[in-house]
């Protein structure tokens, strides 16, 4: 079954500075991977996803991610935080139901990103 | 574009009550999700449905927990009796896509407080 670890539970930044949330995940087969972002009071939106192709992966608000399969990481990263981008991020890895052609997803536990003006 | 709809925004029950909650998933979407969110931690997933049929319901706590998707469209989950460990935070979900890996657009969710 397929798992995923976010280490940093809380992370806290400087207005402008670089940002880098941790994931690693846990998955037999190439795993689809996925970083969703929860703004207080509203529900998941999508930043980005890899399924395959480029590692390197562009998404929306200025964050990017890169697959790294050695390392089994897909860490996100932004070079200069916005005030607006303090949230909760969370990662997921999909992979497919066993003896279906349907995939879920699985969560992890999400980090919790403070913004300092 | 209307987003996933959901209803209450907030409940409060007491255990052993019964409770449910409604989704109305973007339009012409074929699978629709229900997660389990408690604080601190990810959504985890309930049951997931292709269209009117169940794919995944193996997380779902069957002794309590109920959910249809009525004509492949609105769903409604229910919880009877509840039980002080269903607090949390519930998600409705849905994707256009019928193998469910790819965008999922969520509710804003319904918070759920067992006292």
């Known amino acids: 079954a397929q798992s995923v670890t976010q280490p940093d539970i809380h992370i806290t930044v400087s207005e402008g500075a670089s940002l880098e949330l941790r994931c690693n995940y846990s998955?037999?087969?190439?795993?689809?991977l996925f970083w969703y972002v929860q703004s207080p009071g509203q529900g998941l939106q999508l930043l980005l996803k890899y399924f395959s192709g480029d590692t390197l992966v562009q998404g929306i608000k200025g964050f990017e991610a890169e697959f790294k399969r050695s390392q089994s990481s897909f860490n996100l990263r932004k070079p200069s935080v916005h005030w607006s981008d303090a949230a909760e991020y969370f990662c997921a890895v999909g992979a497919q139901l066993g003896g279906t052609s349907y995939g879920k997803l699985t969560f992890g536990q999400g980090t919790i990103l403070t913004v300092h003006p | 574009e209307a987003g996933v709809a959901q209803s209450p925004r907030y409940k409060i029950i007491e255990k052993r009550q019964s409770v449910a909650f409604w989704c109305n998933p973007i339009s012409g979407h074929a699978t629709l999700y229900w997660y389990q969110q408690i604080l601190g931690q990810g959504p985890k997933l309930l049951i997931q449905f292709q269209n009117n049929g169940v794919v995944d319901d193996s997380q779902l706590p069957k002794d309590r927990f109920s959910a249809e998707r009525l004509k492949g469209v609105d769903s409604t989950l229910k919880i009877q009796p509840a039980k002080l460990e269903d607090s949390a935070v519930y998600l409705c979900?849905?994707?256009?896509?019928?193998?469910?890996?790819?965008?999922?657009?969520f509710g804003p969710g319904t918070r759920l407080l067992v006292l």
């Open positions: 998955y037999g087969a190439t795993p689809y």
């Open positions: 979900a849905s994707s256009l896509d019928y193998w469910g890996l790819e965008t999922q657009y």
